[in-house]
Structure formats: structure tokens, C-alpha cells
């Protein structure tokens, strides 16, 4: 996987081994490469962790844990697209400290989208 050849993540915590064993894997293995490439961009030292895996919710495990079932006896949220878009993209410049082709990297979209991605929403 691509992942080892461009990061310095040298190891993945057992939790994190943990989430990736249970998950359920619809996708193919580009899934998984995804999933990785990304949590290697966010991860902030040579481990991933449990907490960097943008993995999927189950619906049969919502309530299983304490934070699903915070989650899930929360009112739901009614907002726009675009709206979650720009918080999304926000978010991820701000995690990357404005680093474009880190944001780019993680969001899976060119330099020019996330330029007129923030055009349209205008500075976080």
C-alpha cells in the first residue's frame, strides 16, 4: 500500500487494530487503503490510532458504546449540504493548520476544488 511509502507511520495501536478487525468491509480494499492513507495524513506521531479511523458507523452498533449512544439520543441536526460541507472543510483546515495539499489529501479533492470550496464558503 502506498500508505508506507510516503509517511512516517510506523505502527497502528491495538485499538486501532481492533476497529479495523471488527469493521465489516463492504468496500474493496481500496477502502481500506483509503481509510489508512487518511488516518496517516491526520495522525500527528507514527502511530495510528483508534480515534484517527474515519470509519463507518454500523446501524446494528448504535448504542453499544457510550459516545454512539450519545450520539444517537442527540435531536438531529437540520442543516443543508452546504452547510455540513463547510464545516467539514473547516474542520479539516484547521486540523492541517491551512496546509492545502494536507486538506486536499484528506478531503480527496484537487487543489483547484478546494479552492473554490473556499471561495464559496469564504475563511473559516
Do not use: F
Not at 444517537?72 to 473547516?90: G, M, N, W
Request: charged share 30%.
Amino acid at each position: 500500500m502506498r500508505i508506507a511509502e510516503h509517511t512516517r507511520i510506523r505502527h497502528i495501536a491495538d485499538k486501532a487494530w481492533r476497529r479495523l478487525n471488527d469493521y465489516a468491509w463492504p468496500g474493496s480494499v481500496r477502502e481500506l487503503e483509503n481509510i489508512l492513507t487518511r488516518s496517516a495524513v491526520l495522525a500527528r506521531s507514527d502511530t495510528i490510532t483508534a480515534d484517527l479511523l474515519a470509519l463507518p458507523v454500523n446501524i446494528q452498533d448504535l448504542g453499544t458504546s457510550p459516545v454512539e449512544a450519545e450520539i444517537s439520543s442527540k435531536p438531529a441536526r437540520l442543516v443543508t449540504l452546504d452547510q455540513i460541507e463547510r464545516e467539514h472543510v473547516a474542520a479539516i483546515l484547521d486540523h492541517v493548520r491551512w496546509h492545502k495539499g494536507k486538506a486536499c489529501e484528506i478531503l480527496g479533492i484537487s487543489r483547484p476544488a478546494l479552492e473554490r470550496k473556499v471561495a464559496k464558503y469564504g475563511p473559516a
